[in-house]
């Protein structure tokens, strides 16, 4: 059994020492889950990642409960049955599927997870950036998923349904170090029913596109998707993508109360021209954005290949820390201009 120590790390440390352990079928056990954060110890959504996990693998489990600070995780296998879970809580959903994405190289059929929580909340991607972001990068690499969203569960309330199907994949090699012309950007802009009389995903999806005629005038902007739904507790959410082949990099927003909607659009818009610009003093403009390259770690472990992240943040030390435990080997070489390309054998 691996002995990982999670104190320096967060929830993505433990999620990927999930997935490969049901990708490589060892066995682990890890202390000091989250111990450097505020509230140590598994939240709602860790528990979930967990189990979810255990009845895809049919696992031995132990530590599964709010709280608990070490975890013992021993899998049998990788099944295809549909399996459903309830966060009870704004929990994000999509970071629960982080687990399950990876699982592609190990399926002999698809498998199908449906999870109710949080659709679009704080700390996590959005269902947008999930569906329109991450998910098409991994496709152009061949690793197979779908991602439908039955009800949107903002934050606090949660409440959100998404089903996400996983395919038997194998990947092909990233190769993502530098950057290609930015060929178009996405406006995605969703509000509960609730929000629909002061026009809330509009003004929002119409500041986004607004902020980027007037500092990026030769980038084509498509025309905003702009939906309400009318089964969600109050709240909004926008996430503006980029797509430049190769690469994509996806930057959204929450709605909060009190805070105007065209407020709300300019946080995810001035990341994304940040992302654009990549400052002078960078020799290399990076394919990717900084949440995104976190999240590639574990799928450039199983497809090899090479990946240029605008900085190496905890995350992906810790993240790199973990995949080398269970014998994948994994490479970060650091530029004068502090991006740096994280590699993997193809």
């Given at each position: 059994m691996l002995?990982?120590?999670?104190?320096?790390?967060?929830?993505?440390?433990l999620r990927t020492a999930l997935s490969l352990s049901l990708v490589t079928g060892e066995?682990?056990?890890?202390?000091?889950?989250?111990?450097?954060?505020?509230?140590?110890?598994?939240?709602?959504?860790?528990?979930?990642?967990?189990?979810?996990?255990?009845e895809i693998g049919d696992a031995d489990v132990t530590g599964d409960d709010v709280g608990t600070t070490a975890v013992e995780f021993a899998p049998e296998t990788v099944a295809s049955d549909p399996v459903e879970i309830d966060l009870q809580t704004a929990g994000s959903v999509t970071l629960l599927f982080d687990v399950v994405l990876p699982l592609a190289v190990a399926?002999?059929?698809?498998?199908?997870?449906?999870?109710?929580g949080g659709t679009d909340v704080a700390w996590s991607p959005t269902a947008d950036f999930l569906r329109h972001a991450k998910l098409p990068l991994l496709a152009?690499?061949?690793?197979?998923?779908?991602?439908?969203?039955?009800?949107?569960?903002?934050?606090?309330?949660?409440?959100?349904?998404?089903t996400l199907?996983?395919?038997?994949?194998?990947?092909?090699?990233?190769?993502?170090?530098d950057r290609g012309p930015v060929d178009s950007?996405?406006?995605?802009?969703?509000?509960?029913?609730?929000?629909?009389?002061?026009?809330?995903?509009?003004?929002?999806?119409?500041?986004?596109v607004e902020a980027l005629g007037e500092s990026a005038p030769d980038l084509a902007v498509a025309e905003p998707r702009i939906g309400y739904d009318e089964t969600a507790s109050p709240g909004s959410a926008i996430a503006v993508v980029a797509d430049c082949a190769p690469g994509r990099a996806g930057f959204d927003a929450l709605g909060e109360k009190g805070?105007?909607?065209?407020?709300?659009?300019?946080?995810?818009v001035e990341p994304l021209l940040a992302w654009l610009d990549g400052g002078p003093e960078?020799?290399?403009?990076?394919?990717?954005?900084?949440?995104?390259?976190?999240?590639?770690?574990?799928?450039?472990?199983?497809?090899?290949?090479?990946?240029r992240v605008p900085r190496v943040t905890d995350h992906v030390r810790t993240n790199c820390e973990t995949i080398r435990a269970f014998g994948f080997e994994v490479s970060v070489a650091e530029a004068d201009d502090g991006t740096a390309v994280v590699s993997a054998p193809r």
């Open positions: 002995e990982l120590d999670g104190a320096a790390g967060g929830g993505q440390q066995a682990f056990r890890m202390t000091d889950v989250r111990a450097n954060r505020p509230n140590p110890g598994l939240k709602h959504q860790h528990r979930g990642a967990v189990r979810l996990a255990g399926l002999d059929e698809s498998l199908t997870v449906t999870a109710h152009e690499h061949g690793l197979d998923a779908d991602l439908s969203v039955a009800r949107r569960g903002f934050y606090p309330a949660g409440g959100g349904e998404a199907t996983v395919h038997p994949s194998d990947p092909s090699p990233l190769d993502l170090t950007v996405a406006v995605y802009s969703v509000a509960s029913e609730s929000l629909a009389d002061p026009e809330v995903a509009e003004r929002q999806a119409d500041t986004a805070v105007p909607a065209e407020q709300i659009a300019e946080r995810a960078r020799a290399h403009a990076p394919p990717v954005d900084t949440h995104l390259a976190d999240q590639l770690l574990v799928p450039l472990a199983l497809a090899g290949g090479a990946v």
